[in-house]
């Protein structure tokens, strides 16, 4: 868990970069912030959870991942949909695909110019699936409509 203190990043300008606080802690850290802002929810003060790269190459030490509002927790990483749809794709969980092994499934492939988050093939038949995710998030349901 940590508290956003700046994004983008007093340290690293960027606007993939976010400076935050580890629940605690006191010094601040160096984060990736892969979804930019999140459609405004990432911002001063926000309670993100965060986990830790493994990656010695790597810029910062964390990757903000969820967010969380309160009554509810947004997902802030781009790549947690692709993992969620491999994890459907592989259990049979999407209407009207068949279950995949996980040998049938590539990730990241090109068709001519065109680039698909899976390739599946199961019994001669090619599957291309293009995966996308949204960030939007409400307090209360249904929405309030803007003012």
């Known amino acids: 868990k940590a508290t956003v203190v700046n994004r983008p990043s007093k340290v690293v ?5 976010a400076d935050i606080i ?16 999140c459609s405004g929810l990432i911002v001063t003060g926000s309670s993100v959870l965060v986990t830790p ?3 010695a190459s790597a810029k910062s ?5 969820l967010i969380n509002l309160g009554s ?3 997902g802030a990483n781009p ?3 692709n993992k969620m749809v491999r994890i459907a794709l592989e259990r049979g969980w999407v209407d009207s695909l068949p279950a995949f092994q ?6 990241e492939v090109t068709l001519d110019e065109s ?3 899976f390739k599946c093939e199961k019994d001669g038949t090619v599957y291309y699936i293009e995966v996308k995710g949204v960030p939007n998030a409400s307090s209360c349901d249904p929405p309030l409509k803007p003012s």
């Open 53 to 55: 790269k493994n990656s």
């Open 72 to 74: 509810t927790v947004v």
């Open 13 to 17: 300008r960027s606007p993939y970069m």
């Open 115 to 117: 680039r698909f988050d």
């Open 102 to 107: 996980a040998k049938e499934i590539k990730g």
């Open 61 to 65: 030490k964390f990757s903000l991942d």
């Open 79 to 81: 790549n947690f949909c």
């Open 22 to 37: 580890l629940h605690g802690e006191t010094e601040a850290q160096l984060c990736h912030s892969p979804a930019l802002g």
